[in-house]
C-alpha cells in the first residue's frame, strides 16, 4: 500500500474554533421536479438538537415542517439524503426539493468518483479484490501441489539465510526468487533484507531499532485490538521481508507520475488453497521497499523515508493479515467486505499514532496524517464517494469515510476510549464469520442503518460550536473542527497544494428552507449535507425527498433523509 510523504507540525486537540462558512456544493443544470402532495405528507417538528431519519414517503409525498414560531431568530436544520445500506457500490438517483410550487431546481454535481491513478493504491486493492473472488487470476498449478511439512520449525536467527517468492508485477502473473538475510529477529518478528539490495541502505542498528518498533509496539498492538495472525510455516515469527522487486513494481517513471508500493501483504502466502503451490511462500509475509537513495531501482527512496513509512504500511498489512486468518482460516469464512477491512486497517494506523502519546507527537502524526488527510477529501465532497464501495474501487477518499467510520464505532460502542476498551471492541468486529453491515450490527447491537443515519450526522455536528449535539452524534477521541483548522494553517509545511486548504472541510450549501436545491446519485452508506435555513416568523415548508421525477426510492437501499435542528 502507497503512503504519503507528507508530514506536519502537530496536531491541536482541545475543544475551541469557529462555525465553518458554507461555501457552494452545487452547481449547474436544471431538472423538471414534481409538485408533491402535501396531503399525504409527513409532519416533521423538531426541538433544537432533535434530530430523525425519514423514509422516504412513495409518490411524491412530501415532508412537511412547520413555521417558525420565533420572531427574532432564524431556525437552521441540517438534512442529509443518504442510503443506509451496506450494499456494495449501490447506487440511487435522488431529490431533495424545497420549494415544490416551482418547476425546477439546481442540480448538484452527480460527478461518479475519480478513478484511482496511484499505482500503490491500485496494487493493493487488486490483491484484496483477489482474496475475494477466490484468486480468480492466479490460477493453481495441480502438478506442483505438495503438502508442507506440519513440523514445528525454530524461529530464524540474525544471519540465517532464506529464498522467498515474490510477486514481481501489478497483477502477480509472474513471481520472482528472492535469496535474504536475516537482519534482525525481535520476539514475533524477523527482518530479511534482499541480499541484492542497493549500498548505503539501513544499517545495523536501523534494523534493531524496526525490530523493536514492529515487536514490541505495532504487532504487540495489532494482536490486542485484532486477534492472532496464523502461523501456518510453524515458526512462530512474521517475516518482514524488504526486497528490491517491491521497489520495482513501478518505473521511476511511474512512481513519479502515478505513486509507488511500499509494503504490502498477499493473502495467497496463507490461502490453503495453495498448500504446495511453490509461487507462494506458505507463511506470514510482510513485503516491503528497500532503501533507494539514489534510485537505481525506480524512483528513489531515502534511508529516512523508509523508517517514516514502512512501520505505518506493516501496522496497515498487518491488520489485513489478521483479518483474512480470523475470517478465512480460523472460521472457514470468506474476507471481510472490502470497506470495512480498509476501515480497521486504517484505525490500525490511528492506534499506532497514539500508542506515541503523550511524549512524541511528530510519530503520532506520521501515523495519522494520511487518515486525516483521506477523512478530509470524503468529507469535502461526501456525495461522490461510497463509504460501502465495492471491492476494487476504493477511492482515497473512500478510505477516508471508512476510517471515520471505524472510529466513530469506536468512540460510541467501545466501553470507554482507552486503549483496553478500544481493543476490546475492535475484536468483536474481527473475531467472527459475519461480514460487514451484519458484523457492524452484531458488534454494536443495533441495525446497521441506525448506525451509519447517526454517523453521518454526528461527521457535522459533532464538535460544531455553539451547538450541542446528542451524545450518539459525537466523536469522542476527535475534535475535527480544532484539528483541521489547526492544519490548514499549517499549509505552507506541506507540499503544494496543500491537502487541508479549507479549515473545515464538510462545507455545505445553505439556503432558504424553500429553495434546498439538492439532485444526484446517492452511494451506499454516503449522504449529501445541506442546511435549510428558516428566517424568524416564516410559514411552515415541505421538502419533498424522491427518486427522480417523483419516483419512489429503492427501499431496499435504505433510503433516508437525515434531518437535525441545529438552531
Known sequence: MRRSPRTVKSLALAMCGALAA??????????????CRTAGGQPVTLAVGAYQAISPIANAGCL??????????????????????????????????GDTLHAVAAVAATTAPTAVLDLGLRFHDFLRREEREGWRSLPVAP??????????????????????????????????????????????????????????????????????????????LDTAAYGRESDIDNNTVVAVLMTNV??????????????????????????????????????????????????TLSCAHKVSQLKRLVPVTFVHEFQHMISYNQHVLVRGGEPQHTWLDEGLSHFAEELGGRSFLPGDQASFSNFVIGDLANAYLYLDSSGAHFLAYSSGIGSLAERGA?????????????????????????????????????DVAAATGQPFATVVEQWALANYVSDLPGFTPPPELQY????????????????????????????????????LATAVPLAGTLRAGSGWYALALQPPSAP????????????????????????????
Open 22 to 35: 458554507c461555501d457552494g456544493g452545487g452547481g449547474g443544470g436544471t431538472t423538471v421536479v414534481p409538485q
Open 143 to 220: 502438478s506442483v501441489m505438495r503438502a508442507p511439512s506440519a513440523a514445528r520449525m525454530p524461529p530464524p536467527t540474525v544471519g540465517d539465510m532464506h529464498t522467498f517468492s515474490v510477486c514481481a508485477n501489478l497483477t502477480c502473473s509472474t513471481f520472482q526468487s528472492v535469496n535474504a538475510t536475516a537482519k534482525a529477529v525481535s520476539g514475533h518478528l524477523a527482518i530479511y533484507v534482499d541480499n541484492a539490495a542497493p549500498a548505503g541502505g539501513l544499517d545495523s542498528a536501523d534494523y534493531d531499532t524496526l525490530g523493536v518498533l514492529f515487536d514490541t509496539r505495532l504487532y504487540a
Open 246 to 295: 517491491v521497489n520495482k513494481l513501478v518505473t521511476k517513471a511511474q512512481c513519479t507520475q502515478s505513486g509507488f508500493v511500499a509494503g504490502f501483504f498477499f493473502g495467497a502466502d496463507i490461502d490453503p488453497f495453495f498448500i504446495g503451490d511453490p509461487r507462494f511462500n506458505h507463511g506470514e509475509v510482510f513485503y516491503s521497499i528497500v532503501a533507494d537513495s539514489t534510485g
Open 540 to 567: 411552515g415548508f415541505t421538502l419533498l425527498f424522491s427518486g427522480p421525477n417523483g419516483a419512489a426510492l429503492p427501499a431496499a437501499l435504505v433510503p433516508r433523509l437525515n434531518v437535525i435542528r441545529i438552531r
Open 64 to 97: 412537511t415542517f412547520p413555521g417558525n414560531a420565533s420572531t427574532i431568530d432564524s431556525a437552521v436544520y441540517l438534512v442529509v439524503p443518504q442510503l443506509a445500506t451496506d450494499s456494495q457500490g449501490a447506487t440511487a438517483a435522488f431529490i431533495l426539493d
Open 402 to 438: 471508512a476510517w471515520l467510520f471505524v472510529r466513530y464505532l469506536a468512540d460510541q460502542f467501545a466501553a470507554d476510549t482507552t486503549f483496553s476498551a478500544t481493543a476490546a471492541f475492535m475484536r468483536t468486529l474481527e473475531q467472527t464469520s459475519l461480514l460487514g453491515g451484519l
Open 476 to 511: 469522542r477521541s476527535w475534535r475535527f473542527r480544532v484539528t483541521y483548522p489547526a492544519l490548514n494553517a499549517q499549509c505552507g509545511n506541506f507540499t503544494p497544494p496543500c491537502p487541508f486548504p479549507k479549515p473545515f472541510p464538510l462545507t455545505p450549501p445553505a439556503t
